[in-house]
């Protein structure tokens, strides 16, 4: 069974920081991993889709990487800003095409 | 193109009643998701569907819900004779004919309270 960790549970940065997300998961065998950002009360937004052949994608100031073999994603912020506090979280596609989803990390960015 | 549509947004009801939630997918997606979020809890995946077919149920409690895609208009996930751990906020996600290597994208939910 697919389990997904996300480390930190909660981060908080001054502006202008870069920051790591970390997210980690048990069974390499994924067809993807997905980055989404959750505000509260409301729904989710894609961040980066990486398919399982590729090791990383960059979208603006965020990157992230995907280490299959080792069960790990990162999620780079550059010079963070107040408007990326959020829920990041981080999923990923197995068998089925269901998303197994971690509990995410609430990232407050200081002003 | 408008996004994944769920209504309603909020949806408050009493012990033993029904909530049928609805979920329109992005125009041109065939595949629709069902996610349940628990206060202070991640997301869990319920169920998968295709038009007219169930594809994955493994998630769905055994008793009282189910989820239908018609072949004709909205998803609808059905949850009889609710009970006060019901109160969750519900995501629909749709993705693109291609399947398993596609973006699934997510509608803001709707957010059942059991009274």
């Known amino acids: 069974k697919q389990e997904v960790t996300q480390i930190p549970a909660a981060l908080s940065v001054p502006e202008g920081e870069n920051l790591v997300l970390n997210c980690s998961f048990t069974?390499?065998?994924?067809?993807?991993l997905q980055w989404f950002r959750q505000d509260p009360g409301k729904g989710l937004t894609s961040l980066l889709l990486?398919?399982?052949?590729?090791r990383e994608q960059t979208s603006g100031r965020l990157n992230a990487s995907l280490d299959k073999s080792s069960g790990r994603s990162t999620l780079y912020i550059a010079a963070s800003q107040p408007g990326d506090s959020a829920t990041y979280l981080c999923a990923v596609g197995t068998s089925g095409s269901r998303l197994t989803f971690g509990e995410g990390t609430q990232l407050t960015v200081n002003p | 193109n408008a996004g994944v549509m769920q209504n309603p947004r909020h949806l408050v009801r009493r012990r033993g009643q029904e909530a049928r939630l609805r979920c329109s997918p992005v125009?041109?997606?065939?595949?629709v998701y069902w996610y349940r979020q628990l206060p202070e809890e991640g997301l869990k995946f319920m169920v998968y569907?295709?038009?007219?077919?169930?594809?994955?149920e493994s998630g769905m409690p055994k008793e009282r819900f189910s989820a239908e895609f018609p072949k004709e208009g909205p998803s609808i996930l059905r949850i009889q004779q609710v009970v006060r751990g019901d109160s969750a906020a519900y995501f629909c996600?749709?993705?693109?004919?291609?399947?398993?290597?596609?973006?699934?994208?997510f509608g803001p939910g709707t957010r059942l309270l059991v009274l």
């Open positions: 990486i398919q399982s052949s590729q």
């Open positions: 069974d390499s065998a994924i067809y993807n």
């Open positions: 569907l295709q038009k007219e077919n169930i594809i994955d």
């Open positions: 996600a749709s993705s693109p004919p291609g399947g398993k290597q596609e973006t699934q994208y």
């Open positions: 125009k041109g997606h065939s595949h």
